[in-house]
């Protein structure tokens, strides 16, 4: 073999020892396997993965006791209010009675004064500048005091966060659901009919639905068949569009609507023949809207339950019956010493209602359902009185909104005292021309019941109704021109309509709104507690008994809710450091170097290169014979 080839094979197999050398002492030095994509393409992109995964979870993992933290002043706060509330209830036990002077009570209710101050304290409590029971306003200090009352400027709104990659958790408790900030009144459903603006989100109560595609086939001797994608539609009238669009150019036509029969539907019309509407393929699009038939003249679709949103007409609320003339009627809120007028003239959504709600009185919640029934309005005053009635006209009631109507229990009037009627003391009335009429209302168990028996005494002639303006009951008598009385009994005092009306047979005798509602937190019940001690009110101290020991069973409720949670991150983290370690072991395995196994391979290298070395220049030494 001529030399010149000798030289350049020795010299190709140093330079391939050299190179391996230099990668195995690389590898040791920076203990990374691979230092270049080329290097290892697969193994490369595995490990971006798994080192993306890496920082992923130990970004979240590093949280957790930045949310622990807020979860576990958030306790400490409810436990210090909880503290206040078994001290109240000890103050009501020693003040309730005869057992205390009216002197002593003064005493008691200075001491619930300071007690409201120390809740108020911990209802402000910061973490990390942030306010722990303001809902989503963290930047808003919870809860202040006005007067004789407590408002709540946080909202109904909490503050999640990550606990994995893709868990979130509330690290936050409004102070609605700490304290009973906001009055929470009983819902009544509006059932919206169905509009061409109604959103698909909003079916089914909400709950939505999820459509592919439908068949609809028109037969007038010939069937036309269509098969009609509705996958990116999102209103109803985008349904409408699409299936009249289906047919246009045809020789038979559709024309879809709002079921007149179920206003919660739709209805298709062939122009001529029968429709038939089926599920498409492996779809069940006909049948979540309720639209399903063998052929028919006319398909009269089910009602798909339109929950209330932002965008609902007022004109479809209550099955498109709406909610009555708006023009010069409105609401009227009476909220603590305020009584407001609210103008829904003009307005034509539910959005537009709430926002003029919210611009009459700020201290006035007012946001649709969670579930999509109906409205929520409610007071942010703790220790004030609240109610919606009517203005002249019947919004209120189509709103859901009155607190006072013909449904309204009897045992809840008063603030929840009721009313007794005692046998055989009947509601004793002084009729205009000077009879007296008596009453028996032992039987009766809402206001309808009350209102029911009176229109029955002297049907037509002596007529009882909820007042036109505001709440309470109305009572009217054409037998005379004289005074209409109502005796002082408990139970017409307790139903407020005790009183003398005299201004002739077309006087209104308006009784009292016994109803005003409450937002029965913490707040309220201090603040009615301290007013009780101070007024030696004994009945109200009863009242408040009860209900403080329900105040501190919710206190629990909310704190076993933090613990709930901070066990939930407990145990995710647990998890995620688990997870942590074995990503690590795998990413180790794929991309850490072995520095045993690198050490023994240098070492053969080196000896196998010193070797060849040697060998080479034995192969290639010189002599004179190289010139000759």
Same mark, same amino acid.
Not at 599 to 608: E, I, N, W, Y
């Given at each position: 073999?001529?030399?010149?080839?000798?030289?350049?094979?020795?010299?190709?197999?140093?330079?391939?020892?050299?190179?391996?050398?230099?990668?195995?002492?690389?590898?040791?030095?920076?203990?990374?396997?691979?230092?270049?994509?080329?290097?290892?393409?697969?193994?490369?992109?595995?490990?971006?993965?798994?080192?993306?995964?890496?920082?992923?979870?130990?970004?979240?993992?590093?949280?957790?006791?930045?949310?622990?933290?807020?979860?576990?002043?958030?306790?400490?706060?409810?436990?210090?209010?909880?503290?206040?509330?078994?001290?109240?209830?000890?103050?009501?036990?020693?003040?309730?009675?005869?057992?205390?002077?009216?002197?002593?009570?003064?005493?008691?209710?200075?001491?619930?004064?300071?007690?409201?101050?120390?809740?108020?304290?911990?209802?402000?409590?910061?973490?990390?500048?942030?306010?722990?029971?303001?809902?989503?306003?963290?930047?808003?200090?919870?809860?202040?005091?006005?007067?004789?009352?407590?408002?709540?400027?946080?909202?109904?709104?909490?503050?999640?966060?990550?606990?994995?990659?893709?868990?979130?958790?509330?690290?936050?408790?409004?102070?609605?659901?700490?304290?009973?900030?906001?009055?929470?009144?009983?819902?009544? %459903?509006?059932? /919206? =009919?169905?509009? !061409?603006? *109604?959103?698909?989100? $909003? @079916?089914?109560? &909400? #709950? +939505?639905?999820?459509?592919?595609?439908?068949?609809?086939?028109?037969?007038?001797?010939?069937?036309?068949?269509?098969?009609?994608?509705?996958?990116?539609?999102?209103?109803?009238?985008?349904?409408?569009?699409?299936?009249?669009?289906?047919?246009?150019?045809?020789?038979?036509?559709?024309?879809?609507?709002?079921?007149?029969?179920?206003?919660?539907?739709?209805?298709?019309?062939?122009?001529?023949?029968?429709?038939?509407?089926?599920?498409?393929?492996?779809?069940?699009?006909?049948?979540?809207?309720?639209?399903?038939?063998?052929?028919?003249?006319?398909?009269?679709?089910? %009602?798909?339950? /339109? =929950?209330?949103? !932002?965008? *609902?007409?007022?004109? $479809? @609320?209550?099955? &498109? #019956? +709406?909610?009555?003339?708006?023009?010069?009627?409105?609401?009227?809120?009476?909220?603590?010493?305020?009584?407001?007028?609210?103008?829904?003239?003009?307005?034509?959504?539910?959005?537009?209602?709430?926002?003029?709600?919210?611009?009459?009185?700020?201290?006035?919640?007012?946001?649709?359902?969670?579930?999509?029934?109906?409205?929520?309005?409610?007071?942010?005053?703790?220790?004030?009185?609240?109610?919606?009635?009517?203005?002249?006209?019947?919004?209120?009631?189509?709103?859901?909104?009155?607190?006072?109507?013909?449904?309204?229990?009897?045992?809840?009037?008063?603030?929840?005292?009721?009313?007794?009627?005692?046998?055989?003391?009947?509601?004793?009335?002084?009729?205009?021309? &000077?009879?007296?009429?008596?009453?028996?209302?032992?039987?009766?168990?809402?206001?309808?019941?009350?209102?029911?028996?009176?229109?029955?005494?002297?049907?037509?002639?002596?007529?009882?109704?909820?007042?036109?303006?505001?709440?309470?009951?109305?009572?009217?008598?054409?037998?005379?021109?004289?005074?209409?009385?109502?005796?002082?009994?408990?139970?017409?005092?307790?139903?407020?309509?005790?009183?003398?009306?005299?201004?002739?047979?077309?006087?209104?005798?308006?009784?009292?709104?016994?109803?005003?509602?409450?937002?029965?937190?913490?707040?309220?019940?201090?603040?009615?507690?301290?007013?009780?001690?101070?007024?030696?009110?004994?009945?109200?101290?009863?009242?408040?008994?009860?209900?403080?020991?329900?105040?501190?069973?919710?206190?629990?409720?909310?704190?076993?809710?933090?613990?709930?949670?901070?066990?939930?991150?407990?145990?995710?983290?647990?998890?995620?450091?688990?997870?942590?370690?074995?990503?690590?072991?795998?990413?180790?395995?794929?991309?850490?170097?072995?520095?045993?196994?690198?050490?023994?391979?240098?070492?053969?290298?080196?000896?196998?290169?010193?070797?060849?070395?040697?060998?080479?220049?034995?192969?290639?030494?010189?002599?004179?014979?190289?010139?000759?």
């Amino acid at each position: 073999m001529p030399n010149s080839l000798l030289y350049s094979n020795a010299n190709r197999d140093l330079q391939t020892g050299t190179s391996l050398i230099s990668r195995l002492q690389q590898q040791i030095n920076t203990q990374q396997k691979y230092n270049l994509l080329s290097e290892n393409p697969t193994a490369t992109r595995q490990t971006s993965s798994l080192q993306s995964l890496l920082e992923r979870v130990q970004g979240v993992r590093s949280q957790h006791t930045y949310n622990q933290g807020f979860l576990s002043a958030a306790d400490n706060a409810l436990g210090a209010v909880n503290d206040v509330v078994v001290r109240a209830k000890g103050i009501l036990q020693t003040g309730i009675g005869s057992t205390s002077t009216p002197e002593e009570k003064i005493g008691l209710a200075n001491e619930v004064a300071t007690l409201i101050q120390s809740a108020l304290n911990s209802a402000n409590t910061q973490y990390q500048d942030r306010f722990l029971f303001s809902g989503t306003a963290t930047g808003t200090s919870p809860f202040e005091r006005a007067g004789d009352t407590v408002i709540y400027r946080g909202n109904s709104g909490e503050v999640k966060a990550f606990v994995d990659v893709n868990q979130l958790v509330s690290t936050s408790l409004s102070g609605i659901d700490a304290f009973g900030g906001i009055s929470q009144p009983n819902v009544a %459903s509006l059932s /919206p =009919a169905l509009e !061409l603006t *109604t959103p698909l989100s $909003a @079916l089914k109560n &909400g #709950a +939505g639905v999820n459509l592919s595609s439908l068949t609809v086939t028109v037969d007038n001797g010939t069937p036309i068949e269509k098969t009609i994608d509705l996958r990116t539609a999102v209103t109803i009238g985008d349904l409408k569009t699409r299936i009249e669009a289906a047919f246009a150019g045809e020789a038979e036509t559709v024309t879809v609507d709002i079921n007149p029969l179920s206003p919660g539907g739709l209805r298709i019309t062939p122009s001529n023949g029968t429709v038939a509407i089926a599920n498409s393929g492996s779809g069940t699009t006909a049948t979540q809207l309720r639209l399903a038939t063998g052929p028919v003249a006319v398909a009269q679709g089910g %009602s798909l339950e /339109p =929950a209330v949103t !932002l965008s *609902t007409s007022v004109a $479809a @609320l209550n099955g &498109g #019956a +709406g909610i009555g003339a708006t023009a010069g009627t409105g609401l009227r809120i009476v909220n603590g010493e305020t009584t407001t007028i609210v103008d829904l003239d003009g307005a034509t959504t539910v959005q537009q209602v709430l926002q003029r709600i919210r611009a009459a009185d700020p201290n006035v919640s007012a946001e649709i359902d969670p579930s999509g029934r109906g409205l929520i309005v409610g007071t942010r005053l703790s220790g004030a009185n609240f109610s919606i009635g009517e203005n002249g006209g019947t919004n209120a009631t189509g709103l859901g909104l009155r607190t006072f109507t013909g449904e309204t229990s009897l045992s809840q009037l008063n603030l929840g005292k009721g009313v007794v009627f005692t046998p055989g003391s009947p509601i004793s009335i002084t009729r205009r021309d &000077g009879t007296t009429t008596n009453i028996d209302l032992s039987s009766a168990t809402t206001i309808q019941d009350v209102l029911n028996l009176f229109n029955a005494a002297d049907p037509g002639v002596l007529t009882a109704s909820l007042n036109a303006v505001g709440n309470g009951i109305s009572l009217t008598d054409s037998s005379g021109a004289g005074p209409l009385t109502i005796a002082a009994t408990e139970s017409a005092i307790a139903l407020g309509i005790d009183g003398t009306e005299n201004t002739g047979a077309t006087g209104v005798l308006a009784g009292d709104d016994v109803n005003p509602q409450r937002t029965g937190g913490v707040f309220d019940l201090l603040i009615s507690l301290e007013k009780a001690l101070r007024s030696n009110d004994n009945v109200e101290l009863a009242r408040l008994s009860p209900l403080l020991e329900k105040a501190s069973g919710q206190i629990t409720i909310a704190r076993t809710e933090i613990g709930t949670r901070q066990q939930l991150i407990d145990e995710v983290g647990n998890r995620l450091d688990d997870q942590n370690l074995l990503t690590k072991e795998t990413l180790s395995n794929i991309f850490d170097t072995d520095l045993t196994e690198a050490a023994t391979q240098l070492l053969q290298l080196r000896q196998v290169y010193e070797a060849s070395m040697q060998l080479t220049a034995q192969t290639l030494q010189l002599s004179i014979l190289n010139y000759l």
